[in-house]
């Protein structure tokens, strides 16, 4: 699946006005995490406890979906799929190497 938001338009539109604050990504990924396979990109926008520009939002989903924590279903719903026990499982058993 694939966010309409490439890797160049992503650096193009990281203008100061939409870098988006640590505290801004903490907020998206608890938001995501509480509502996962409920909501669409926009609808999850709307679910914010706190309002952030949706320039700024949209830098944070494609980061997320390029840090491998988030997904798209085929309906545009978000998914959260990061699962730091299961990673440490595998590395435990040696299939996984995270240097």
């Not at 979906?65 to 699962?83: C, E, G, P, Q």
């Amino acid at each position: 699946m694939a966010i309409s938001i490439n890797e160049k338009a992503l650096e193009h539109s990281t203008r100061l006005e939409f870098n988006p604050t640590l505290e801004s990504i903490l907020m998206v990924e608890r938001t995501i995490k509480k509502y996962s396979a409920e909501y669409t990109i926009y609808q999850l926008w709307k679910k914010l406890p706190r309002k952030i520009t949706y320039q700024a939002y949209k830098i944070i989903i494609a980061y997320l979906i390029n840090s491998n924590k988030i997904t798209m279903d085929r309906r545009k719903v978000l998914v959260w799929i990061w699962n730091p026990d299961m990673i440490k499982r595998l590395e435990k058993q040696g299939l996984i190497i995270n240097d």
